[in-house]
C-alpha cells in the first residue's frame, strides 16, 4: 500500500492549489482518505476527510468554505482543492487512509498508511 501526495508549491495569499494523493497498489476507492498538514514547530492536524462508502466528507473549522476533497476512482486518485490560500495554510501537507471512516476526528492512530507530504508555502 503506496501513497503519493503531490501538487504542492508556492502561491501568493488568495491564489489556488490542487493537491493529489494517488494509490498504488491497492484500490484507493476500498479507504477513506484523510488530509492532514503540519506546519514547522506544531502538531500535525487534520485537515479534510472523504469516506469510501458514500463520499462523506469532513472539514476541519479552518479551512471549510476553502478547500474541497473529492476522489477520481478511475484515476485512483483523492483531491484536496484549495483556494483563498492563506499565509497560516503554509505546511507540509500529507494524505493517509483512514480506519475510521473519517469517525476519528483526525485521530493518527486511526490512519495506517501515509504519503510522503508535499510542501505547500503561501506567501507574497
Known amino acids: 500500500v503506496q501513497l503519493q501526495a503531490s501538487g504542492g508549491g508556492l502561491v501568493q495569499p488568495g491564489g489556488s492549489l490542487r493537491l493529489s494523493c494517488a494509490a498504488s497498489?491497492?484500490?484507493?476507492?476500498?479507504?477513506?482518505i484523510s488530509w492532514f498538514r503540519q506546519a514547522p514547530g506544531k502538531e500535525r492536524e487534520g485537515v479534510s476527510c472523504i469516506s469510501s462508502r458514500d463520499g462523506n466528507t469532513d472539514y476541519a473549522d479552518s479551512v471549510k468554505g476553502r478547500f474541497t476533497i473529492s476522489r477520481d476512482n478511475a484515476k485512483n486518485t483523492v483531491y484536496l482543492q484549495m483556494t483563498d490560500l492563506k499565509p497560516e495554510d503554509t505546511a507540509v501537507y500529507y494524505c493517509?487512509?483512514?480506519?475510521?471512516?473519517?469517525?476519528?476526528?483526525?485521530?493518527?492512530?486511526?490512519?495506517?498508511?501515509w504519503g510522503q507530504g508535499t510542501q505547500v508555502t503561501v506567501s507574497s
Open positions: 493517509a487512509t483512514d480506519r475510521s471512516e473519517c469517525y476519528s476526528d483526525y485521530d493518527v492512530e486511526e490512519h495506517e498508511s
Open positions: 497498489g491497492f484500490t484507493l476507492s476500498y479507504y477513506a
